[in-house]
């Protein structure tokens, strides 16, 4: 029997311990999480990553050589489900984006001296990365059209262009940038990866950007904290060849592998909020009370309570099934069910924690409970990492990839299906008339 809902007993021991761990240690963090300055957190956070580590848990979505567990999407998914709890979690686990994905990118496309350089220390937590793709005046969502020129002058290339929603690229050590490199050349095979470091002459943190999860950055800038967007302007920004990963050309085949897996981790990440956002919801319908009866008990609460349970576990289920046809598979293959996914996971989140919202009332409007904060963050899931259209368009692409072309009568017509029934049954239709 191939299909198989339950969970390896050894890894679910390991599960067991990190959800311990997740809410004795980091849920406390959580709360007082925006009030400390960088090296405040550091210090809280330095024991709680020594003791991943010691686990074997630290960056458990890289292959061992890398210093990860190799443990596969579908362990990685259940991991993710409980980190995604709290959004200080993956940070603490060696998970936390863009640093992540920038790390898959340099592991398959440094040379040897370009990972000692950035992503050994990356990995170690030593240093803090960005990711540099969208653009203030072209629609990102199409990374063909991005215009930041690279152009090659000796040993060196001169960068010049406009980029924004860098994140954390001003408490960054580098900047990863996706840069056009090779203008003529077919849209796929136009741009490169390059690494600006801190400090280049030529880059300009203009500003960092106010977003609805913090419409004043200052707050985030005065205590050095990670968190930010970036608006960034280079201009004759000149870094060295050396910083190229991988060839001219190869940017978007680079920023392919930044996806994929990550967007399992971040659609069960979400599935993590999720279940916290219900759990409240739960709470609440069944502790407060209205017209003699429990919220629970009201037939629109109910609603908003069983419409939830059935999108979750929806979105889990189809998540799952994205990580078990990668791990069977391989990411080609997954790539309709990791578009669904990053979308569907996306407007569960948000559905769930704003009929969590509701049914609090004014408490859930107020900052008295997480929920609002949960509501800001999760709006931007619908457009970071692809927006929810984008990800529709790949679906329907690779679904209509299976449909046939039918020339006439579709092939359900009912007029053309009746007469081929009675033709096909003829002769047994004749005997029946005949025995009567
Ligand atoms: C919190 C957050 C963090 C981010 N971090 C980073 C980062 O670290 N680095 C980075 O480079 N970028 C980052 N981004 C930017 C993000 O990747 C882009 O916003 C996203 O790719 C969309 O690009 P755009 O904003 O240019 O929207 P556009 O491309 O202008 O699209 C606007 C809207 O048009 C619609 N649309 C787009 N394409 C299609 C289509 N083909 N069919 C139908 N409708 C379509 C969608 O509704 C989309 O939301 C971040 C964004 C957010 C919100």
Same mark, same amino acid.
């Given at each position: 029997m191939?299909?198989?809902?339950?969970?390896?007993?050894?890894?679910?021991?390991?599960?067991?311990?990190?959800?311990?761990?997740?809410?004795?240690?980091?849920?406390?963090?959580?709360?007082?999480?925006?009030?400390?300055?960088?090296?405040?957190?550091?210090?809280?956070?330095?024991?709680?990553?020594?003791?991943?580590?010691?686990q074997?848990?630290?960056?458990?979505?890289?292959?061992?050589?890398?210093?990860?567990? $190799?443990?596969?999407?579908?362990?990685?998914?259940?991991?993710? +489900?409980?980190? &995604? @709890?709290? !959004?200080?979690?993956? %940070? *603490?686990?060696?998970?936390?984006?863009?640093?992540?994905?920038?790390?898959?990118?340099?592991?398959?496309?440094?040379?040897?001296?370009?990972k000692?350089?950035?992503?050994w220390?990356?990995?170690?937590?030593?240093?803090?990365?960005?990711?540099?793709?969208?653009?203030?005046?072209?629609?990102?969502?199409?990374?063909?059209?991005?215009?930041?020129?690279?152009?090659r002058?000796?040993?060196?290339?001169?960068?010049?262009?406009?980029?924004?929603?860098?994140?954390?690229?001003?408490?960054?050590?580098?900047?990863?940038?996706?840069?056009?490199?090779?203008?003529?050349?077919?849209?796929?095979?136009?741009?490169?990866?390059?690494?600006?470091?801190?400090?280049?002459?030529?880059?300009?943190?203009?500003?960092?950007? $106010?977003?609805?999860?913090?419409?004043?950055?200052?707050?985030? +800038?005065?205590? &050095? @904290?990670? !968190?930010?967007?970036? %608006? *960034?302007?280079?201009?004759?920004?000149?870094?060295?060849?050396?910083?190229?990963?991988?060839?001219?050309?190869?940017?978007?085949?680079?920023?392919?592998?930044?996806?994929?897996?990550?967007?399992?981790?971040?659609?069960?990440?979400?599935?993590?909020?999720?279940?916290?956002?219900?759990?409240?919801?739960?709470?609440r319908?069944?502790s407060?009370?209205?017209?003699?009866?429990?919220?629970g008990?009201?037939?629109?609460?109910?609603?908003?309570?069983?419409?939830?349970?059935?999108?979750?576990?929806t979105?889990?289920?189809?998540?799952?099934?994205?990580?078990?046809?990668?791990?069977?598979?391989?990411?080609?293959?997954?790539?309709?069910?990791?578009?669904?996914?990053?979308?569907?996971?996306?407007?569960?989140?948000?559905?769930?924690?704003?009929?969590?919202?509701?049914?609090?009332?004014?408490? &859930?409007?107020?900052?008295?409970?997480?929920?609002?904060?949960?509501?800001?963050?999760?709006?931007?899931?619908?457009?970071?990492?692809?927006?929810?259209?984008?990800h529709?368009?790949?679906?329907?692409?690779?679904?209509?990839?299976?449909?046939?072309?039918?020339?006439?009568?579709?092939?359900?017509?009912?007029?053309?299906?009746?007469?081929?029934?009675?033709?096909?049954?003829?002769?047994?239709?004749?005997?029946?008339?005949?025995?009567?």
């Amino acid at each position: 029997m191939a299909w198989d809902f339950s969970t390896d007993p050894e890894f679910q021991k390991k599960l067991d311990w990190v959800r311990d761990f997740v809410e004795r240690e980091i849920r406390p963090l959580e709360f007082i999480y925006d009030d400390l300055t960088q090296e405040q957190l550091e210090r809280i956070e330095a024991p709680l990553k020594a003791e991943v580590k010691r686990q074997g848990l630290w960056a458990a979505h890289l292959d061992p050589e890398l210093g990860g567990q $190799g443990m596969g999407q579908l362990k990685l998914a259940l991991l993710h +489900e409980v980190l &995604g @709890r709290y !959004g200080v979690a993956p %940070e *603490i686990f060696g998970n936390q984006a863009p640093d992540s994905g920038n790390a898959e990118l340099l592991a398959v496309g440094a040379t040897a001296e370009q990972k000692e350089r950035w992503l050994w220390p990356l990995l170690d937590g030593r240093l803090r990365s960005s990711f540099a793709l969208t653009e203030p005046f072209v629609a990102s969502s199409d990374p063909t059209a991005i215009r930041t020129m690279a152009v090659r002058d000796g040993d060196k290339w001169v960068i010049n262009g406009h980029k924004w929603f860098a994140s954390n690229a001003d408490v960054a050590d580098s900047v990863l940038a996706m840069v056009v490199t090779d203008p003529e050349a077919p849209p796929h095979a136009r741009a490169a990866m390059i690494v600006i470091e801190r400090g280049t002459p030529g880059m300009e943190i203009v500003r960092n950007v $106010g977003t609805m999860a913090h419409p004043d950055p200052s707050d985030l +800038e005065r205590k &050095g @904290r990670a !968190g930010t967007h970036a %608006e *960034i302007r280079f201009r004759d920004c000149r870094v060295p060849a050396a910083n190229l990963i991988g060839k001219p050309g190869e940017g978007f085949l680079l920023a392919q592998r930044r996806l994929g897996g990550g967007r399992i981790h971040h659609a069960m990440r979400m599935i993590g909020q999720c279940h916290r956002a219900f759990e409240m919801m739960c709470e609440r319908a069944v502790s407060r009370e209205t017209r003699g009866k429990a919220l629970g008990q009201h037939q629109m609460m109910q609603d908003l309570v069983a419409e939830s349970a059935v999108d979750i576990e929806t979105a889990r289920l189809l998540t799952l099934k994205a990580a078990w046809t990668m791990d069977h598979a391989g990411g080609k293959i997954a790539r309709k069910d990791i578009a669904m996914i990053k979308y569907y996971a996306a407007k569960v989140l948000f559905n769930v924690i704003d009929r969590a919202i509701q049914l609090h009332g004014a408490m &859930g409007y107020s900052t008295d409970l997480q929920l609002e904060w949960m509501y800001r963050l999760a709006r931007a899931m619908r457009i970071a990492d692809g927006a929810d259209e984008v990800h529709k368009v790949t679906i329907s692409k690779e679904v209509l990839k299976g449909a046939k072309v039918k020339q006439g009568w579709p092939t359900e017509h009912v007029p053309t299906n009746r007469a081929a029934g009675f033709e096909k049954f003829a002769e047994l239709l004749e005997q029946r008339v005949g025995n009567l």
